[in-house]
């Protein structure tokens, strides 16, 4: 399996402002995923990143909120941008490997927006 | 479109009594079906999948689970509950045949596990 991290591990942010999630991998994977966890909530998929293109996006979910990065294949950002305070969540990152079935999430990051 | 369907938002065991969290599903093709675990400020840890094969799959910690495809369900048990297993349980679906598709989870289930 994989080792994912991601920084910061939990963040306070003022309303309005911007905040990078990194997520780094041990391994080269191919395609990265980035979640959304609203308090209480499931899992719902923001994006698909795959290195060397653009980013695919979830309905309901648009680059201008969400810009995600993925300049190689051990490593993706996601901003979450103007952040208000619904956008209080769990950002987990996910990798998964081309001819595994399986695939594996990061700690993630808490947010907390005032 | 794929979906999971997790009926119980919470379980409720007496430790070293048996549990079984509840899950179905639906794919157009055939599934690919997944159980997760989420500790209190961790990430989703993987716990075991059904790809093929034997119906009853074993994972980590102890965990089985068992596919019924006339019964659309990939139910989590576990012979002997411990508190520790008190945790919020995901199960998840891939259709194989429909390509690549990405993970669908159900809404979770919460255990928990009594002394």
């Known amino acids: 399996s994989a080792v994912i991290s991601q920084k910061p591990s939990r963040d306070i942010c003022q309303r309005g402002t911007s905040l990078t999630i990194q997520c780094q991998v041990d391994s080269q994977v191919t395609m990265m995923f980035w979640y959304r966890q609203q308090p209480g909530q499931s899992l719902t998929l923001i994006a698909t990143a795959n290195q060397g293109s653009e980013a695919t996006y979830e309905s309901g979910f648009v680059i201008d909120k969400f810009p995600i990065s993925r300049p190689n294949l051990t490593f993706s950002t996601l901003t979450v941008s103007n952040m208000s305070p619904e956008d209080s969540s769990i950002y987990l990152c996910s990798v998964d490997y081309v001819g595994k079935e399986t695939q594996y999430f990061g700690p993630g990051t808490r947010l907390l927006v005032l | 479109a794929q979906s999971v369907a997790q009926p119980e938002d919470q379980v409720n065991v007496a430790e070293g009594n048996p549990l079984t969290v509840k899950c179905t599903y639906s794919v157009s093709g055939n599934p690919y079906l997944f159980w997760y675990v989420q500790y209190p400020n961790r990430g989703l840890q993987f716990l075991l999948k059904y790809i093929t094969g034997d119906n009853l799959v074993k994972g980590s910690y102890g965990f089985e689970a068992e596919f019924n495809k006339s019964q659309t369900s990939f139910h989590l048990k576990k012979p002997s509950a411990l508190v520790s297993d008190s945790a919020l349980y995901f199960c998840?679906?891939?259709?194989?045949?429909?390509?690549?598709?990405?993970?669908?989870f159900g809404k979770g289930t919460m255990l928990l596990v009594s002394p």
């Open positions: 998840a679906v891939r259709d194989i045949n429909s390509g690549y598709s990405t993970l669908t």
